[in-house]
């Protein structure tokens, strides 16, 4: 009797373990041990219209692509700061964040003593060299009519030659200092010049403010060609190569590797730069995420399997990235691979036709009609 009984709830058992099993696989036919099949969402235009949903087209990932973050900078020697060449007092500013200037233009009034002496000492040189040169030429007339020795004429034409590299030193002194001077202005005031043509990007500079020698007081750039600055892992520079191709999505732009550098900085990442060929919507200062198509790559991607989405356009349900693919009847929910993925942009694989168009908004609209038989 006793074996009868154990027979029964041993039979029991096995149909009771049998039956949740099946029950389970019944409320996850998309299982992790199952591949998840595309799912269907009927919709026409006017439901896709009140839920918000708009397409993009997936674009194929035809060299081997590599996500990295940019800094848009200006090419070497194309960034000037003005500073005070000397210890004074801003008098006037003239211009401000983001104004367009020419070469030459005024900046700001400067006021200094010291800018004052230095006005004084290469009037004093110009003086000097003024003398030195009438004496000379008055000893050269001397000499001709026999009434003076040859070295008298000599030691005029070494006092002249010494007042004039006085006075150059003088006058390179006052043009290193960029200033300058106005009939109208002060002794001790001049006039800062801007070096080159170009925008402001920064003023530090105040009226009234009194400033050391060396406070810088305006930055300025020019922007009429632009390059990226590209922090790169160290992995990611070997793969890196002089000419290959940098695209920015989000901004429409393009870019070209112009130089590498393999040596690694002390946060472990190295430094490429790349020269803007398609400028888009970059300025200068923008923080982006941009796509470097590397050569060495290029033959091993699958251009009908990997694709350029928005990162918007993947979603996550039942553990897994999803995209929702536009056709005839709707949508089509399907499983992807997430290669890489920035802020921007995310690297998928799948299997899609050339052209097939992507939903990138009313993404959550999409995704509870996908959860509403669970």
């Known amino acids: 009797m006793f074996n009868r009984f154990m027979f029964v709830v041993r039979h029991a058992c096995v149909w009771t373990l049998f039956s949740a099993a099946v029950c389970a696989a019944a409320q996850d036919p998309l299982g992790a041990s199952s591949v998840a099949a595309p799912v269907l969402l009927p919709l026409n235009a006017k439901q896709q219209a009140s839920l918000g949903v708009q397409v993009g087209t997936a674009q194929p990932a035809t060299g081997g692509p590599l996500l990295v973050s940019a800094t848009v900078v200006t090419p070497p020697g194309k960034t000037f700061t003005v500073s005070a060449p000397y210890a004074g007092q801003v008098s006037r500013v003239w211009v401000g964040v983001g104004d367009s200037v020419k070469a030459g233009a005024a900046l700001a009034q400067f006021t200094s003593p010291m800018l004052g002496d230095a006005r004084r000492m290469l009037n004093e040189a110009a003086l000097d060299y003024k003398n030195a040169s009438a004496a000379a030429q008055r000893d050269q007339a001397m000499l001709d009519e026999g009434i003076i020795p040859a070295v008298r004429l000599q030691l005029s034409r070494s006092k002249q030659e010494a007042a004039h590299a006085q006075l150059q030193a003088r006058e390179a002194e006052l043009l290193a200092a960029g200033m300058r001077f106005d009939a109208n202005n002060g002794y001790a005031t001049g006039t800062l010049k801007a070096p080159l043509s170009g925008a402001v990007v920064d003023v530090f500079a105040a009226v009234g403010q009194r400033v050391e020698a060396g406070a810088l007081l305006f930055k ?155």
């Open 220 to 374: 300025l750039a020019d922007a009429a060609q632009l390059q990226l600055d590209l922090q790169l892992s160290s992995d990611k520079a070997a793969q890196i190569q002089v000419g290959d191709e940098v695209s920015i999505p989000s901004r429409q732009a393009k870019a070209r590797i112009l130089g590498v550098s393999r040596a690694v900085e002390a946060s472990q990442s190295a430094r490429a730069r790349a020269s803007v060929t398609t400028r888009g919507s970059l300025q200068v200062g923008d923080l982006v995420s941009a796509t470097v198509q590397t050569k060495a790559s290029a033959h091993a991607t699958k251009p009908d399997t990997q694709w350029w989405v928005s990162a918007r356009a993947v979603t996550h349900w039942r553990g897994k990235p999803w995209v929702f693919v536009m056709n005839d009847q709707g949508f089509e929910a399907r499983a992807v691979s997430v290669v890489s993925s920035s802020d921007d942009v995310s690297l998928i694989e799948v299997a899609l036709p050339v052209g097939s168009k992507v939903a990138i908004t009313g993404i959550a609209s999409l995704r509870a009609l996908l959860q509403k038989d669970e």
